[in-house]
């Protein structure tokens, strides 16, 4: 009974209203006739059959289980039913979003379909279909008292994941070349995964991304370790001079960065370390150290009364740095690893300025940009793709991982009131 | 013991500075003391003080080494920065134009500024070398026995714990970011651009010339110098509070109580952070481009018949960067703002509710000024970051559409990307450096100003 | 610390100061990614045409649009002898980058086609070897919509891809491309006597020659982009295309049969055909002045640009030769891009005389025409974009 007052009957009933309303949009083709390019006249749904245009096919059977579903659920409402009707109403979405991306490609590819057919009838017809559905898809969620946010966070991750699928695919597109002028690739192949390692002579992708690896462990090891020796100095240490020094220190971190480039170069160059992977280790470390402040109001909300405690028992500022502080700062050393981390798998610049022709000390990020080049993008277009997810495959898996330590990790430490 | 204070730039208390002072040490100090002000670390090897003594001496050799071998031939070419460009002389013998290098005023403005920064940090050891002979007299004298050199080290295991935490860190802010900003800075006073380049010309001091042309002699340069500074504070505000609401607004979304999946949600935009940034600018780029995925499928759709030039029309343009800011900063804002969200005391969304207030009521009153309140040094980082917005602009738009009455730059350059533009395209490294320093000043007081009087500063002292 | 520096400083000036006793002659020689494994051959054949000598060649990646750039970034780390494109000359000439080519030069100048040497001159002074002279840029288009009549006008092109539903292309928002209206019509960017640059394209030519860009950028078959757009859309949506030999091999894949090109087509000023204009490019390889050993590094970029090495960066890398002989060749001859190129030779001019400023007002002049952004006449612009490039 108390199940039965949770569902709200009144939206149950408008349901299937909107799944019959996208039955009728299915047939709006077959309403016009229409002039092929042979010059024969045919009604549209004919032409949708003859023409063995497939992506009409799990649309219309996702909107009859959809008009189904919602009929039984009418006459017998239940939670069960309702969440079947949900997933009906999506899988309505998915395919009629695949039938747009797909249907102008399909047509073509038959040769027949003239484009005012698709653009008059056929278009407005899967658009008040998609609408239609993700009406029905909120009124089921209202039905369950379920939050539509749903509707608006699928939205958003989808334009926010598109462009990543978009890279995906193209990753694996078999044919070469960069503005092609449709979306879903015409063939898929792993040659341009194969081909970043085995045709390593012009690009030699797979000592890049060594490089870059060397490069970012240890620039996270030596950042983290000093960006938390600063951090726990400021936040814990009192002394002389140590206002001014922070002051000094955040208006250091505001100058544009590359406009030192030129001079960083020539100081590398007169230690003698230019062009070499160490300097770049120096160079990153060199300008994450700045970005301690978020370390330290981290470190600022640690109470005090821990490490007064282990003073009075006799440690020394180290043993407290390495006994109290230390242990209880996980989120914010992850943070700042990972910051550091990502910092050489995404610079291009001061690589560049940095290693300038001395190609086999590339970082995969400057290697990558260089594919994009006027005389490379056609060639390299869709292994440049292919790198690029290599590269994201890695920093994903480990924010995905420590996502929990670097949302404590700023929020403890940026914007401490 | 302060061996190695100089470079934290430690000054003593006062008490203590009243009796290390020059002045005193020359009345008191004895003879080895004394020979401390030209041999440094005389009085400490006179003590005992072996390894410390020695210490000071060998900066003090390799010091003078330096100077005599490295440092002055620039040092002496400061103030004209060079009077001997590169030679030909043609040698009948060899049948060509014989070249022997000039001067190279670059390397000698940066090489005397780095040995200006090596004299001051001598200044300051030879101080500390001073008065420790004179602490090591002070304590002959009282009969006690001298500090080894193994209680040093255990003192800067702890009392002066944060110069042994400051030392390596100073040393690479002075080398990476403090030389070459003064390098930059003092570039803006030269004539360094593509017409004065070493090492086949020199380049001068030329004043505030540049600051004038790019401030209002020349119409052009200050006219530009104008449009692309309003455009960055624009640029940067919408950047920073679109970014700022929505990315809260999603976070307020996904915390909702009744969302499941929460996690599932976050990692998917936290995605789209792991993909190198440079990766997902060109791809939005080339998604936007006037030709691309976009444009062919709003065609196909039958939604419009000529393409949008998303990237190539100013105003178009500068839509677009702000937008894909949004799409590029969002993830961020919803993982630092959903921690501080759940923070919100729950009982004030309580009695706003038995009051009947709506959620956007409730988002107005509550939510947003408790945020705005625990935010601001965030909101301030971000701003900064944001005028500093190299990658967005560049990677989408490279600052473009370009327009003919703008000198070198386009609608949507900041003045990050257009000192960009002029130093590697143009290498008109003098006005790029004038540029930077007016960016770098508006930058560092407005992050001065609100640092010091937010609540982070104030409240620093609270936890203690 | 400080003290580590200091010493780190010496002991490099010690390293330095005994690395110039060594005996080998070490040489530093850059080239594009593409060409790597090919320069690397034609040192062999160097090294072998020297037996006497002990050389240590190395190389670096460092293309020939980007040399200028690079080598000003650190002239003294910067290869002995490196290629760039013509366009550079003048910057590279005001960084006094490059060693007057002095031994040799009646046979250089006699062997490459003049308007290399113009190139690589200043004054009567040769400064740099032609490489090849294929840096320049021509019509591609496709054979089953255009036909060889049509082809011969901007407005016939136009008329024929807009008739099979397809598009011309031209990067106008290029001053590289852009300059081809101008120059065709008359227009003549040059230096005067205290090496200002000068440009007359806001006259009255200037302005029609403008209109026409109007005329094109609004023309519904119009279409621009970068190299990408074009190579991506050939055949499928692009009929014709203007670009350069660099694209020779994507765009033949593309069309197949129906693969063409050649020269730049007339348009319409004042209401009479006019051909063209284009740039003539060369890549040009130098010798740097901060090289050690100017004498081998003469004579290796000498050997590099020889008429036997111009035929194999021809047959590698399908490159035009400006050697006379080797552009003579019958397979040369054959090839239909360099063949276009040739033949819009005769109405290009050299590049020697553009300087840095004039690209960025001529992008913006291209950009706000493709915008179609009609706020401010033709001739206003042209008014400011020539301020601008003479500033």
């Known amino acids: 009974m108390k199940k039965k007052m949770n569902l709200r009957l009144d939206l149950v009933r408008l349901i299937p209203v909107c799944a019959l309303g996208m039955a009728i949009t299915l047939l709006l083709p077959w309403l016009h006739t229409v002039q092929t390019l042979g010059a024969v006249t045919h009604n549209g749904l004919d032409l949708v059959k003859s023409q063995n245009l497939l992506h009409m096919t799990p649309l219309t059977a996702a909107g009859v289980a959809a008009i189904l579903l919602s009929v039984i659920a009418l006459l017998k409402p239940s939670k069960a039913l309702l969440i079947a009707v949900a997933a009906a109403l999506s899988a309505c979405v998915l395919s009629g979003v695949y039938a747009l991306l797909t249907l102008k490609r399909a047509a073509d590819a038959s040769g027949l379909l003239t484009q005012a057919f698709l653009m008059r009838d056929l278009g407005p017809g899967l658009w008040l279909y998609l609408i239609l559905a993700v009406v029905g898809l909120f009124l089921t969620l209202r039905a369950m008292r379920e939050p539509i946010e749903y509707i608006v966070l699928t939205v958003m991750a989808s334009v926010w994941l598109l462009p990543i699928v978009w890279l995906v695919l193209t990753a694996f597109r078999q044919e070469s070349g960069a503005y092609t002028p449709y979306i879903m690739p015409k063939g898929y192949t792993w040659n341009n995964f194969t081909r970043l390692f085995t045709e390593t002579a012009q690009f030699s992708f797979p000592r890049w991304y060594l490089n870059t690896l060397v490069v970012a462990v240890f620039t996270c090891v030596f950042t983290t370790a000093m960006v938390l020796m600063i951090s726990y100095t400021f936040s814990r240490l009192r002394f002389p001079a140590r206002k001014k020094l922070m002051n000094i220190g955040l208006i250091l971190g505001m100058f544009p960065g590359f406009m030192s480039m030129i001079a ?60 109290i502080i230390l242990p209880s700062s996980t989120p914010i050393v992850v943070y700042t690893a990972i910051t550091a981390f990502i910092a050489p798998w995404v610079d291009f610049i001061f690589v560049s300025v940095i290693m300038k022709d001395e190609y086999q000390n590339y970082t995969v990020a400057l290697g ?23 590269v994201a495959i890695p920093i994903t898996l480990l924010f995905i991982n420590i996502q929990k330590f670097y949302v404590e990790g700023v929020t403890g430490g940026a914007v401490k009131g | 013991m302060r061996a190695i204070s100089h470079v934290s730039a430690l000054a003593p208390s006062s008490e203590q500075e009243g009796i290390l002072s020059f002045k005193n040490i020359l009345q008191h100090g004895d003879a080895a003391t004394r020979a401390s002000f030209l041999i440094m670390g005389f009085g400490c090897l006179k003590r005992r003080q072996f390894i410390k003594g020695m210490l000071y001496l060998a900066a003090q050799v390799l010091f003078f080494a330096y100077m005599i071998g490295f440092a002055w031939q620039y ?15 043609w040698s009948e013998a060899r049948q060509i134009y014989v070249r022997t290098p000039g001067d190279n005023s670059m390397l000698i403005l940066l090489f005397s500024v780095m040995s200006l920064l090596l004299i001051i940090g001598f200044a300051l050891l030879w101080r500390a070398s001073v008065r420790a002979s004179y602490k090591a007299q002070l304590v002959e004298e009282k009969g006690k026995k001298q500090p080894t050199f193994a209680d040093t080290i255990r003192a800067l295991m702890d009392k002066q714990f944060h110069v042994t935490m400051l030392t390596l860190p100073t040393v690479m802010i002075i080398a990476f970011t403090v030389l070459p900003i003064i390098f930059m800075i003092l570039i803006a006073f030269t004539n360094f651009d593509a017409d004065h380049q070493p090492p086949g010309n020199m380049f001068t001091w030329v004043g505030l010339k540049n600051f004038t042309e790019v401030f209002w002699s020349d119409a052009l340069k200050a006219g530009t110098f104008g449009q692309i500074l309003v455009w960055t504070l624009v640029w940067a505000v919408f950047a920073t509070f679109s970014n700022y609401f929505f990315g809260m607004i999603l976070a307020l979304m996904i915390n909702k109580k009744t969302v499941r999946l929460k996690k599932l949600w976050r990692t998917i935009f936290v995605i ?107 909101l301030i980082t971000a701003f900064v970051g944001n005028i500093n917005n190299f990658n967005v602009i560049y990677l989408l738009t490279r600052g473009g559409p370009l327009v003919t009455d703008y000198y070198q730059a386009g609608k949507t350059d900041l003045l990050v990307t257009w000192l960009y533009k002029l130093t590697v395209d143009k290498q008109n490294y003098s006005l790029a450096s004038t540029i930077g320093i007016f960016v770098f000043i508006i930058c560092a007081s407005m992050s001065l100003i609100v640092y010091n009087l937010s609540g982070s500063s104030r409240k620093e002292e609270e936890f203690q | 610390m400080k003290r580590l520096l200091s010493l780190a400083l010496v002991l490099c000036m010690l390293l330095s100061a005994s690395a110039s006793f060594a005996e080998d002659i070490a040489l530093k020689v850059w080239g594009s990614q593409d060409d790597q494994a090919m320069l690397q051959e034609m040192v062999e054949s160097f090294k072998a045409a020297n037996e006497g000598k002990t050389y240590d060649i190395t190389f670096g990646v460092v293309g020939e649009p980007d040399a200028k750039t690079k080598y000003l970034e650190d002239p003294e780390e910067a290869a002995d002898v490196f290629a760039f494109a013509n366009d550079q000359l003048y910057d590279l000439l005001s960084a006094d980058a490059l060693y007057e080519v002095t031994i040799n030069k009646d046979a250089i100048v006699a062997a490459n086609v003049p308007g290399s040497i113009e190139a690589a001159s200043s004054g009567d002074h040769l400064y740099a070897y032609p490489m090849t002279a294929d840096n320049g840029y021509f019509l591609y288009y496709d054979k089953s919509v255009i036909s060889e009549e049509q082809v011969q006008t901007l407005d016939g092109i136009l008329e024929a891809a807009q008739a099979a539903g397809k598009k011309m292309f031209m990067d106008v928002s290029n001053g590289w491309y852009i300059a081809s209206f101008f120059l065709g019509a008359g227009g003549i960017l040059g230096l005067d006597e205290n090496g200002k640059q000068t440009c007359d394209f806001n006259n009255e030519n200037g302005v029609a020659a403008g209109e026409a860009i109007k005329a094109l950028t609004a023309h519904e078959a119009f279409l621009t982009g970068d190299d990408a757009i074009l190579t991506g859309g050939m055949g499928t949506t692009i009929a014709a295309g203007v670009s350069g030999t660099w694209n020779a091999d994507a765009i033949k894949e593309k069309l197949g049969d129906n693969y063409a090109a050649t020269k730049l087509p007339t348009f319409t000023v004042n209401g009479e055909q006019v051909q063209m204009g284009s740039f003539a490019g060369f890549k040009l390889m130098g010798v740097n002045t901060m090289t050690m050993y100017p004498e081998e590094a003469m004579a290796l970029a000498e050997f590099l640009t020889n008429e036997e090495n111009q035929i194999k960066r021809f047959e590698v890398r399908a490159m035009g030769p400006s050697n006379i002989n080797a552009a003579a060749s019958e397979a040369v001859q054959a090839n239909v891009a360099l063949a276009a190129l040739a033949e819009q030779a005769q109405f290009a001019v ?15 002049f291209g950009t706000t025409m493709e915008a179609k952004d009609y706020a401010k006449d033709v001739k206003t612009l042209l008014d400011e974009m020539v301020a601008a490039i003479t500033q």
Request: some cysteine.
């Open chain 2, 75 to 89: 040092l002496g070419k400061l103030g004209t920065l060079g009077d001997q460009a590169m030679r030909r002389e």
């Open chain 1, 368 to 390: 990558l940009f260089r594919m994009l080049e006027r005389e490379h993008i056609y060639e390299y277009f869709t292994r440049f793709c292919a790198g690029a997810v290599l």
């Open chain 2, 272 to 378: 789209t952070i792991a993909v190198p940034q440079f990766v997902s600018l060109m791809l939005m780029s080339q998604i936007l481009h006037d030709q691309g995925p976009l444009n062919t499928l709003l065609k196909q759709w039958g939604f419009i018949s000529e393409n949008i030039p998303f990237l190539t029309n100013a105003t178009f343009a500068r839509i677009t960067v702000v937008v894909v800011n949004i799409w590029v900063g969002i993830p961020y804002t919803m993982l630092i703002t959903s921690g501080i969200l759940m923070n919100i005391p729950a009982d004030l969304y309580e009695s706003a509710s038995i009051d009947g207030a709506s959620p956007v009521r409730m988002f107005m009153s509550i939510t947003l000024p408790y945020m705005l309140f625990v935010t601001t040094p965030y």
């Open chain 1, 264 to 323: 960083v170069y020539h100081i590398l160059k007169a230690i003698g370390l230019a062009k070499s992977l160490v300097s770049l280790v120096m160079v990153y470390t060199g300008g994450g150290i700045l970005n301690y402040f978020i370390a330290k109001g981290f470190f600022d909300t640690i109470p005090h009364s821990l490490d007064e405690a282990a003073t009075i028992d006799g440690a020394s500022k180290n043993l407290v740095f390495w006994k």
């Open chain 3, 350 to 364: 050299g590049q020697k005389d553009v300087l840095g400023n004039y690209w960025s007002p001529a992008e913006a």
